[in-house]
């Protein structure tokens, strides 16, 4: 959509016309900038073998990654699809492949502009060059896992380096593995700069070079007019909102909560289908829960936005309820984490569920929660703290599940 609108731009100026459209002069100016690195590089999905690098341009280029372990950058790797080498493209979403695990990796980006083609030959401009950065690569059966999780930041993005500051992650020093942000990053999502201005760049600014973050939705980031392109932001194993991994020693489930009102709610303008869509994902989560990865984890957290319980009697909870419910009460999970109230709060387990569920807390000063985790094959650690310093919850779990 926005390269339809420069290029619309473009020939606009090219026959000079632009002078005869209101409001369009800042367009015409950002659309004159050089090439530049809209955002990035920063990590998604990465496992011992594999990590996703992405990042955005300002115009159209040939783009790949350098990469290698320990100190050298030997190796290159493009994005590919049905035979061609990605090019002619901004938003960049390459995976490097076959790496050594538990390892230090050095990388760059690079991209070359594509100033345009001349029937079917390339034409290419100035090459730009991020410097090096680093990530470690888990290794294959890591004894500890750590991460912190944010919750409904509602585009308040001095959320993300307020909290992680104030929890002494300064600097060089950074005690987590990957940062989630478990929904409702955004009230709705109209255009590409508020997904850079207010989740991808300041993540990128302290951490998301060197560690990866995962966006699980909420139900705000169903709404708006630049909602259907999220994903394309994004890297997730399956290209779906809900799956399932590995790390160290937790099965991590994430599902996809949906809309919080009925699909033929007015304000959807009948465009909403979250019942099937939940349907489906219960189908998946019932062959998730047999399988041996689950099965023979020592921890399982589930991420979810809306918790199923203890967050109203609106649609999405009830039916989130009715179909994931009775899989999550049958599969031993350890713990359940969620956010969508904006009131922080912990549930022990109960007549209806049978695991403890963590709810983060709100946007707003004082209500604000940082959720930290850390797993090692005997005993998981959680912690909620407010913005001030408060633990506000905590659990202790020791390993349910028998060597
Ligand atoms: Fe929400």
Known sequence: MLSDRRSFLEK?????????LP???????NA???NHFVVGPY???IGADEVTVMWITHKNSFSWVEYGAGGYTSKREFGYNNGLIEANNRINKITLTGLKPGTDHKYRIVSTEILGYKGSKV???ETITSPMSSFKTPAVSEDEVKFVIFNDIHDRPQIIPQLLYRHGYTGNVRDYDFVVFNGDCFDWVTEEQQLVDHLIKPSTD????EFPFILTQGNHECRGSFSRH????FAYPDNKFYYAFSRGPIRFVILDSGEDKTDDSVEYGGLSAFDRYREIQAKWLEKEVASEEFKKADFRVVLIHISPYHSGDWHGTLHCQKVFGPILNKAKIDIQISGHTHRYMTHDADATHNYPIVIG??????NRTLIKVRATKKELNLKMIRDDGQVVGKYDIARKTKM
């Open 43 to 45: 990590l998604q999905n």
């Open 206 to 209: 302290i951490f998301a070079s």
């Open 230 to 233: 999220i994903p394309e932001y």
């Open 23 to 29: 409001g369009v002069s800042a367009l015409a100016a």
């Open 123 to 125: 034409e290419f401009g």
């Open 32 to 34: 004159e900038e050089k």
């Open 12 to 20: 606009m100026s090219q026959i000079g016309a632009l002078s005869l």
């Open 361 to 366: 807390g709100g946007p707003l000063e004082g």
